[in-house]
Antibody, heavy 122, light 108 residues
């Protein structure tokens, strides 16, 4: 079964850091681009970042550029999101998601994790 | 950046109703559009991609159409399990993706 499982969320003070992980199973992880998408409480979906299958190309939304870093370890089938200089507006559920097609990023995602909650508050 | 505008933001409908949700892009996106369904406390689920291609396992009562800047998601006969929030998402500018604001489908 294809699965994604996020971890690493929690409560952090403004200006702090957090590292999210997403463990993948059931598919050839290195063949697929991966994305992080977040959802603030009561709000819609916002794409945050994406990374190619090899990890050689990374992409960010303007709202997180320079503060967040996406990476992956294909030997461990794990995706990461390093979040620095966190702000209250980064408070959200963070989902990792798999591209539907190989050789991406293609931009549409067929498998999503259950999400991990990040709360930025003093 | 490509902006995506969904309408309506919410609607009330009865089981068996035909429901249509509209998504408009700020520029042409050449059918590079996906639709997702999200239920409370759950992750989004891919319903359609390439504007009209049904994802495997998704019931055929869901369909998509459109071109250029205007796209629609239609549920031909609303079922109890379809009450949820629906999002469109453009991937024309992939990997820079944008979602619509969502349409909440509620029980009348």
């Amino acid at each position: 079964e294809v699965q994604l499982l996020e971890s690493g969320g929690g409560l952090v003070q403004p200006g702090g850091s957090l590292r999210l992980s997403c463990a993948a199973s059931g598919f050839t992880f290195s063949s697929y681009a991966m994305s992080w998408v977040r959802q603030a409480p009561g709000k819609g979906l916002e794409w945050v970042s994406a990374i190619s299958g090899s990890g050689g190309s990374t992409y960010y939304a303007d709202s997180v550029k320079g503060r967040f870093t996406i990476s992956r370890d294909n030997s461990k089938n794990t995706l990461y999101l390093q979040m620095n200089s966190l702000r209250a507006e980064d408070t959200a559920v963070y989902y990792c998601a798999k591209d539907r097609a190989t050789a991406g990023p293609n931009g549409y995602m067929d498998v999503w994790g259950k999400g991990t909650t990040v709360t930025v508050s003093s | 950046d490509i902006q995506m505008t969904q309408s309506p933001s919410s609607l009330s409908a009865s089981v068996g109703d035909r429901v249509t949700i509209t998504c408009r892009a700020s520029q042409g996106i050449s059918n590079s559009l996906a639709w997702y369904q999200q239920k409370p406390g759950k992750a989004p689920k891919l319903l359609l991609y390439a504007a009209s291609r049904l994802e495997s396992g998704v019931p055929s009562r869901f369909s998509g159409s459109g071109s250029g800047t205007d796209y629609t998601l239609t549920i031909s006969s609303l079922q109890p399990e379809d009450f949820a929030t629906y999002y469109c998402q453009q991937y024309y500018s992939t990997p820079l993706l944008t979602f619509g604001g969502g349409t909440k489908v509620e029980i009348k």
